[in-house]
């Protein structure tokens, strides 16, 4: 199958799996919240947080894992791919141990990270659960190196079939067992189960389909040096990303207790899924990116890789409009009349204060990967680092005084410093990105959101939305109107020939 399709493909299971998810938990996670309790599920969430932070291990080598593998499979170089594939196995592994090694001390040591903040019960389960979540994250570092193969052979299918199933299977199976009594303990070992079965599906694939080698030896003269550069910077992005995402339930659980911690983490999650949305897309031109960079050279490069980001910026756009503004006008009705329950109140501007900052960047994350690719990834690692420190601080602050708003609070100012005026100018002055072209790309896209804005004031004002059906009355309404909005103000002739392509092959197949 080739490229395009693949991707296309890609792109529709991406956000099938999305869709999925998201339905899914619709069912699983105020099942779940109803069966455990707050503090239960608050503590699901801190633990969870705490072995999230040790996945900055990977250090970037995932990138950086593409970046080699793209430049032997443009030269046919079959024997340099397989010593860059046993050089990453090795290195993973490598992490994967001292993984193991850091979560077990915690695991021994919890007091030294939230002290006062849980009862002792809760401690004695939440060694339990940072056992099991760290023999996962151990035994996912080396199978990274599988999946980034697939990825890098961009066979998309498969890699995204199998990501709906891992979404679907975990809480399918996980409710019959809460329903039963297992508690939390279920919850995480039907996680690890199904990880690694998944993980065996894609060594699986790429020793029979993709046949591929793994050589230990003999490897190219100063790689490893070269690796380490390139990554070094990665990791402070990861390790920004950690603290933007998983300091703030730590610092919680620490300062102000498993039950707060539930009410961010749940806005956090539909914040998560908002995420998704973008990188689905985004992930699935990370070949394209190092393509072009290896292909072409100044004001060709520029005007390709402008294209590239204007275009897929667009398609986020129209798609991350829709739900950033449909979460301000239905996203407190549809948590506590329909979702969480009562108590969950502040979750509701938790989720405002992640997700309207994060739209800038989640438009633009191709330039990730154009950075990364060109190597010129170092400032936004600084920039990034600076503004972690910043929400680091000021979230230790807040969080103390207002809880979970508070450290929403943090993360949000760190969002907007970091994301809007440095970066933008980095891309256009150093990325061969014009970043003009995209900022009128976007104001232009803007004005269709007009009248859908007016229409969902009204909505929020005036019609309430207390019982279901008035719900998914006004949420089909505004839909309606929004999508009939940016089809005639905001999108051009491709993305609307695009609809059309895609409603006619539905139309086929039904």
């Excluded at 709906?164 to 329903?179: F, R």
């Excluded at 329909?338 to 191709?366: F, K």
């Excluded at 949000?412 to 994301?419: D, E, H, R, T």
């Excluded at 933008?424 to 990325?431: A, G, I, Q, S, V």
Aim: net charge positive.
């Amino acid at each position: 199958m080739n490229q395009s399709r693949q991707i296309k493909i890609g792109a529709l299971l991406s956000y099938l799996q999305m869709g999925l998810g998201v339905l899914v938990n619709l069912i699983y996670i105020p099942l779940m919240i109803r069966i455990l309790g707050k503090a239960e599920y608050g503590l699901y969430s801190v633990v969870s947080s705490t072995v999230s932070m040790l996945s900055i291990l990977n250090l970037g080598f995932s990138s950086s894992f593409i970046r080699y593998y793209s430049k032997y499979k443009k030269d046919d170089d079959r024997l340099g791919i397989a010593k860059v594939n046993g050089l990453f196995l090795l290195i993973f592994s490598v992490i994967g141990l001292v993984a193991l090694a850091c979560g077990l001390f915690l695991t021994s040591n919890l007091h030294m990270v939230f002290q006062d903040g849980l009862t002792q019960a809760e401690y004695e389960k939440a060694r339990v659960l940072m056992l099991l979540l760290t023999i996962n994250l151990t035994i996912s570092f080396p199978m990274t190196v599988f999946t980034n193969i697939i990825t890098a052979h961009e066979r998309f299918i498969f890699l995204k079939s199998l990501a709906i199933v891992k979404t679907v299977c975990s809480p399918l199976l996980t409710i019959p067992l809460l329903l039963s009594g297992f508690g939390l303990v279920s919850v995480v070992a039907v996680t690890l189960t199904v990880s690694v079965t998944v993980d065996c599906i894609y060594l699986y694939y790429c020793f029979r389909r993709l046949s591929e080698r793994f050589v230990f030896r003999d490897f190219e003269k100063g790689i490893l040096k070269d690796i380490l550069v390139f990554t070094s910077f990665l990791a402070i992005n990861i390790l920004v990303n950690q603290i933007n995402l998983n300091i703030d339930p730590i610092l919680l659980g620490r300062f102000k207790g498993t039950e707060v911690v539930a009410v961010y983490a749940l806005a956090q999650t539909l914040y998560t899924y908002f995420q998704l949305f973008s990188t689905s897309v985004s992930n699935l031109f990370t070949p394209r990116v190092y393509q072009l960079v290896n292909h072409y050279q100044g004001e060709a490069q520029r005007e390709k890789l402008t294209d590239l980001f204007v275009k897929v910026g667009r398609i986020q756009f129209l798609i991350l409009s829709y739900i950033c503004t449909g979460i301000i006008f239905f996203g407190k009705s549809f948590i506590l009349n329909y979702w969480a329950g009562e108590g969950y109140g502040d979750s509701y501007y938790v989720l405002l204060l992640l997700a309207i900052p994060s739209m800038i960047p989640l438009t633009q994350n191709v330039g990730i990967e154009i950075q990364r690719a060109e190597n010129r990834h170092k400032f936004r690692s600084i920039a990034y680092l600076i503004m972690a420190v910043f929400n680091l601080l000021l979230s230790i602050v807040l969080c103390q005084r207002y809880g979970a708003i508070g450290c929403a609070v943090g993360t949000c100012a760190s969002f907007l410093l970091a994301n809007g005026l440095m970066i933008n100018l980095y891309y256009h002055r150093k990325c061969n990105i014009n970043i003009v072209t995209y900022w009128r790309n976007f104001f232009r896209m803007s004005a269709g959101l007009v009248l859908p804005a007016i229409t969902g004031t009204v909505i929020l004002l005036r019609v309430p939305t207390d019982t279901i059906g008035r719900f998914a009355l006004s949420v089909a309404a505004y839909t309606g109107i929004y999508w009939g909005s940016m089809w005639f103000v905001a999108m051009n002739e491709k993305e609307k020939q695009l609809i059309r392509s895609f409603a006619g092959k539905l139309r086929r197949k039904a």
